[in-house]
């Protein structure tokens, strides 16, 4: 309905998940490249848990689309099966005809196939949604099924996605064999108020709009608190809220359109409504999408953007380069000339909690599909700050990390916590202010990165004489990284992930 009057091409809040809007922000990409490995290069059972609405099932799609082609997928949609119906579903999955045979001659025949399937050098994992609604039975048979190996190679790779009711299930007693495979464990975070700015902004660029941020500050504000940064919910008000606008023939996205559209939605704002008109608009809201679903314009004049069901089984295409290579000590450099003096943030800042350590920006993921090396310039003489301001931690951290490239061997690691697709060193600034106060300064990399024209940093961890070490050291980070972080081990030599 509103399409041509903001000029976008797609609904851009649609509740379907459609992967040309996966939002790579707020830890969803950092969750992604993990899955990536952990499937493509460990064993273990992983566990995904986030709220309703908080992006599972559009996260579970995205990594369908990635996995490398050597990874056969079979998702599992309907988690109310009976432990026959999963394992039929699984071996119709895998191109198996069981019907009407009994659960043991199903075992084996799994088996056999996972057998020939490992020698060929092919992996298969099953993606098990909503799997918090799975009964216990079903469970234990999914459990059984991943104990399937050959010599001391496992044939199988689990991973549950489902709300946090799953802890909850997994905690009983006759689970802890279930729990105790588990070895990857990762959380969906709500959308902080930030992130739900550049959220709103990215879905409206991915369906065609060009114009200005058409959302208002105190509009973002709101809608972030009566979603509660649940993306879903986002993506209800945010709909309904350009609805209204469309009906009062303007452009911009205030605070009386959201509460309209919170009001459709029954959701409690947090605030009175300011004045009669906002209790009228919401009507028309209502109205006005009851008389286009009548008539098919709202969703029948659109075009879907991708399809609503998940194939069975799907080998998806190699999984992109999302990592851009590491710069050469020169580039280094330049970027610690390029970095303006950033006034000192008070000692309170150093104090903040743990979450709002994700406030630093992750890629798009757009961003990670195209990556090229920042252009070499030449290095920064050392009297760059003899005669100006004393140099900023990110300035001194920038420096080190040159001195760090300069001495790396062949198979030298890190850990990358996380990367940014755009430079904004008063953010880096204070993550690098929180990492002194947590005495962890000099563990802290920064490399300067390119992402399709898009100049960003990459924040390191460390160094490991492999990535081995790398990967043991990940045990070790401060529980604050590791909490707020998808930690990953990262190749200094060609600056690959081992996600890649």
């Not at 992006?55 to 997928?73: A, F, N, Y």
């Not at 069981?98 to 025949?109: D, K, T």
């Not at 459990?143 to 799953?166: C, I, M, T, W």
């Not at 000192?344 to 709002?356: C, K, L, R």
Request: one cysteine or more; charged letters at 20%; a positive charge.
């Amino acid at each position: 309905m509103y399409l041509k009057h903001f000029g976008l091409d797609s609904p851009p809040f649609k509740i379907t998940p459609v992967t040309d809007f996966f939002f790579s922000g707020a830890n969803r990409g950092e969750i992604l490249d993990a899955l990536i490995y952990a499937i493509t290069e460990s064993e273990g059972i992983v566990k995904v848990t986030g709220e309703v609405g908080s992006g599972k099932t559009m996260l579970c799609r995205m990594l369908l689309e990635r996995l490398p082609q050597q990874v056969e997928s079979v998702y599992l949609a309907n988690p109310s099966l009976s432990r026959e119906e999963m394992l039929y579903a699984i071996a119709d999955g895998l191109g198996l005809n069981l019907e009407g045979q009994r659960v043991n001659v199903i075992m084996q025949a799994l088996q056999n196939l996972l057998a020939q399937k490992a020698s060929e050098g092919k992996r298969v994992v099953v993606l098990v949604d909503e799997a918090h609604a799975m009964p216990l039975d079903t469970l234990e048979e999914l459990r059984l099924l991943y104990n399937l190996q050959v010599g001391d190679q496992k044939l199988l790779q689990l991973v549950l996605f489902g709300q946090p009711e799953l802890n909850e299930k997994l905690n009983q007693p006759n689970m802890r064999q279930l729990k105790d495979r588990i070895v990857h464990h990762f959380m969906m975070l709500p959308l902080s108020k930030t992130v739900v700015e550049s959220y709103l902004l990215f879905r409206m660029r991915t369906a065609g709009y060009r114009g200005p941020n058409v959302f208002s500050t105190a509009a973002t504000t709101l809608i972030g608190k009566a979603s509660n940064g649940l993306m879903r919910r986002v993506n209800i008000l945010a709909d309904k809220a350009l609805l209204a606008a469309f009906v009062e023939d303007t452009h911009n996205i205030e605070v009386r359109h959201v509460q309209a559209a919170i009001r459709d939605s029954e959701l409690s704002p947090h605030r009175a409504w300011s004045n009669r008109k906002t209790v009228a608009l919401a009507g028309v809201i209502a109205l006005s999408a009851a008389l286009l679903i009548a008539t098919g314009w709202f969703f029948g004049g659109v075009k879907s953007a991708g399809p609503a069901k998940l194939p069975v089984p799907l080998a998806a295409t190699p999984v992109a380069d999302v990592t851009p290579a590491a710069p050469a000590p020169a580039a280094v450099a330049a970027a610690v000339a390029d970095i303006p003096a950033i006034p000192v943030a008070s000692s309170a800042v150093i104090a903040a909690p743990p979450q709002t350590e994700p406030a630093v920006p992750h890629s798009s993921p757009a961003a990670t599909q195209q990556s090229e090396p920042p252009a070499q310039v030449a290095p920064v003489t050392a009297a760059k700050n003899k005669s100006g301001p004393p140099p900023t931690l990110l300035q001194q951290r920038l420096t080190a990390t040159q001195g760090m490239l300069a001495k790396r061997n062949g198979n030298d690691a890190s850990i990358q916590l996380f990367y940014t697709e755009d430079r904004q060193p008063a953010r880096m600034e204070r993550f690098l202010i929180r990492a002194s106060g947590l005495g962890k300064l000099s563990e802290i990399y920064v490399l300067p990165i390119k992402v399709n024209g898009k100049e960003g940093f990459r924040a390191l961890y460390g160094t490991y004489p492999d990535i081995k070490a790398a990967s043991a050291g990940m045990q070790q980070l401060p529980e604050r990284y590791r909490k707020a972080f998808t930690p990953l081990p990262y190749l200094l030599n060609g600056a690959q992930t081992v996600a890649d």
